[in-house]
């Protein structure tokens, strides 16, 4: 009854910035965490980045200083804005939250997943 649902992939210049966007919906008590994964042709999935309740934010290293992750003040919508983008940034970005749908127990949940494409 949980639905995370990715929008703002597409293709971009090498330098460029793209603003990702996540919603999450349905039958939610709380979000402990929302965050991004990635998925390149021929690799295995890898963090980006995270944000758990509290405000706290943690980036992989191959990120820092170029990504910036926030929620938003219901919690609902993490967003992943990304700057100076690079070839090897290319791949299908996937939103990720861990979500108690009743008080007593919690679970992971992930989105169908959003292609970022960055080439000249």
């Known amino acids: 009854q949980v639905q995370l649902v990715e929008s703002g992939g597409g293709l971009v210049q090498p330098g460029g910035a793209l603003r990702l966007s996540c919603e999450a919906s349905?039958?939610?008590?709380?979000?402990?965490?929302m965050g991004w994964y990635r998925q390149a042709p021929g690799k295995q999935r890898e963090f980006v980045a995270t944000?758990?309740?509290?405000?706290?934010?943690y980036y992989a290293d191959s990120v820092k200083g170029r990504f910036t992750i926030s929620r938003d003040s219901g919690e609902n919508t993490v967003y992943l804005q990304m700057n100076s983008l690079k070839p090897e940034d290319t791949a299908v970005y996937y939103c990720?939250?861990?979500?108690?749908?009743?008080?007593?127990?919690?679970?992971?949940?992930w989105g169908r997943g959003t292609l970022v494409t960055v080439s000249s």
């Open positions: 944000v758990p309740s509290g405000g706290s934010t």
């Open positions: 990720h939250a861990n979500v108690n749908p009743t008080y007593d127990y919690n679970m992971d949940y």
């Open positions: 349905g039958s939610i008590y709380s979000i402990n965490s």
